[in-house]
């Protein structure tokens, strides 16, 4: 399969060090990327939500997330997050960071930068709903998958990306479904 590049104007710094950091500092130039501004149109908020937000750069987590403000209840025993009382973080795995195409990481950021904005209107991020019938998880992907689209990217590479290890094979095609991605 070949991996589409992401947008122009999309960069990545996959060298920076272990710890916090200012989100544009790991993603230069995010607010630019037109992607930004469908996410929030508001200038200030856009602005305020670039600013506001940090990303921390971990050895043990693969993927991106998130960071939940206290344990939640589904992660007692099965996920140890790395959390963040009150402020707005992200959490992305430094092997992610240096090793996933672009694109991926482009969809990965505009997902959870969504369910920033979720939690900021007063969204539970982290319920017992199934994942992959959670309302704040369908919104991020339908966000990110119409934005891939948007450029072109073929369902073949979006049944790749939503194939996530949390899912089982039933969930992933109720996932698939409910975005609209071809099965095959």
Same mark, same amino acid.
């Given at each position: 399969?070949?991996?589409?590049?992401?947008?122009?104007?999309?960069?990545?710094?996959?060298? +920076?060090?272990?710890?916090?950091?200012?989100? %544009?500092?790991?993603?230069?130039? #995010?607010?630019?990327?037109?992607?930004?501004?469908? #996410?929030?149109?508001?200038?200030?908020?856009?602005?305020? @939500?670039?600013?506001?937000?940090?990303?921390? %750069?971990?050895?043990?987590?693969?993927?991106?997330?998130?960071?939940?403000?206290?344990?939640?209840?589904?992660?007692?025993?099965?996920?140890?997050?790395?959390?963040?009382?009150?402020?707005?973080?992200?959490?992305?795995? #430094?092997? !992610?960071?240096?090793? =996933?195409?672009?694109?991926?990481?482009?969809? /990965?950021? &505009?997902?959870? +930068?969504? !369910?920033?904005?979720?939690? !900021?209107?007063?969204?539970? %991020?982290?319920?017992?709903?199934?994942?992959?019938?959670?309302?704040?998880? #369908?919104?991020?992907? !339908? &966000?990110?998958?119409?934005?891939?689209?948007? @450029?072109?990217?073929?369902?073949?590479? @979006?049944? /790749?990306? @939503?194939?996530?290890?949390?899912? /089982?094979?039933?969930?992933?095609?109720? %996932?698939?479904?409910?975005?609209?991605? =071809?099965?095959?």
């Amino acid at each position: 399969m070949i991996v589409p590049d992401a947008p122009a104007g999309f960069r990545v710094d996959r060298n +920076l060090p272990a710890g916090r950091h200012p989100i %544009l500092s790991v993603f230069p130039e #995010l607010g630019s990327v037109p992607t930004a501004a469908r #996410l929030q149109p508001d200038v200030g908020k856009r602005a305020e @939500l670039f600013r506001s937000t940090e990303i921390a %750069l971990v050895e043990n987590d693969v993927w991106m997330y998130v960071s939940p403000w206290e344990i939640p209840a589904t992660a007692r025993g099965r996920w140890s997050p790395v959390l963040s009382p009150g402020t707005d973080c992200i959490v992305v795995g #430094l092997v !992610h960071l240096r090793e =996933s195409p672009a694109l991926t990481l482009f969809m /990965d950021i &505009f997902h959870e +930068l969504r !369910h920033l904005l979720q939690r !900021h209107d007063g969204a539970q %991020l982290f319920t017992n709903t199934s994942y992959v019938r959670r309302p704040t998880e #369908l919104e991020a992907y !339908h &966000f990110v998958v119409d934005e891939a689209r948007s @450029l072109g990217v073929s369902d073949e590479f @979006l049944r /790749d990306y @939503l194939r996530v290890e949390w899912i /089982d094979d039933s969930e992933y095609r109720e %996932l698939l479904a409910a975005l609209g991605v =071809s099965a095959s």
